[in-house]
């Protein structure tokens, strides 16, 4: 095999091959972190995928007018459509289709990962995400993931920053979480370190990450691991995928009750106070609790606001 690799094969002097997502979560895997299992494609890979396709692409990047918008997003939507209607080579389809099977999975998620440094920029959302992805519906779900690096804000963002950093695909059993959110090593607004800022929700943790509902936050002290402040919000949506309909429904609800009990959001503080001092930096993480089982989703850096001279 050449253009993919499973988690437990992956490192941190990946981080060009596999990107930054795979490579924190591979290094935290082989260290024991609850981690979903999967592969990722390499950015060979991506660029095997859009081989024959690339030369237009480049065209017509290297027409685009940033100064107008619908010209900015009427070629995104040529490039976009090139990769989601390209074919991929029956050598790298039986490859990703192979390494699928391995993963005795059903479902899995489909996200891009760059192929920059933690310190990197990066934000949630940056790319799309493909949800409870079948093996009938990968690769066209992998096209569509590949195609997100090519929105007009993606575009934008690349051609005025002059970032050339390519993009791996990250594939990893799915999960179906009860509760999920997001926890901070150090408080993202008024910059404390001695605390675990938690955000949390029931569902999916889409819902917090695109600020679809007023998350439920928690603080947890560092020193005592023990909890500091809660505020419990009032959810009025939670994201579910419905099995019979084979999709993600937003599901409205009036739900005052707290989304994380005490002592998993202690779980939570600890899983993330790990990360900080494996990395030993500031550290944002994505989680999500599927029964009574706590899981890693995703690492990212987190720049300070007002940034040390």
Known sequence: MNYTYRLDEINLNMISVVGRKSAYLGELYKMGFDIPPGFVISSAGVNEILKDIQPDINSILSSVNLNNQSDLEKKSGIIRSLILNSKISEEIEEEILERFNSLNSRYVAVRATVTSPL???SFAGEYETDLFVTRDNLIQSIKRVIASYYSPRAIAYRLLSQDNSGMAILIQN??????????????????????????????LGESVTKGLVTPDQYIISKATRSLVSKRISKKVVKLVYDYEEKRIKTIDIEDNSESLKER???KVANMTIAVEEIFKRNVNIEWAIDGNKLYLLEVRGVRKIYPEV
């Open 119 to 121: 310190s990197g920029s």
């Open 264 to 266: 998993d959001a202690i």
């Open 174 to 203: 799915m999960i179906n979480p009860t509760v999920a959110g997001t926890a901070f090593s150090l408080h993202p607004v008024t910059e404390e370190s001695d605390y675990v800022f938690i955000e949390s929700a029931f569902g």
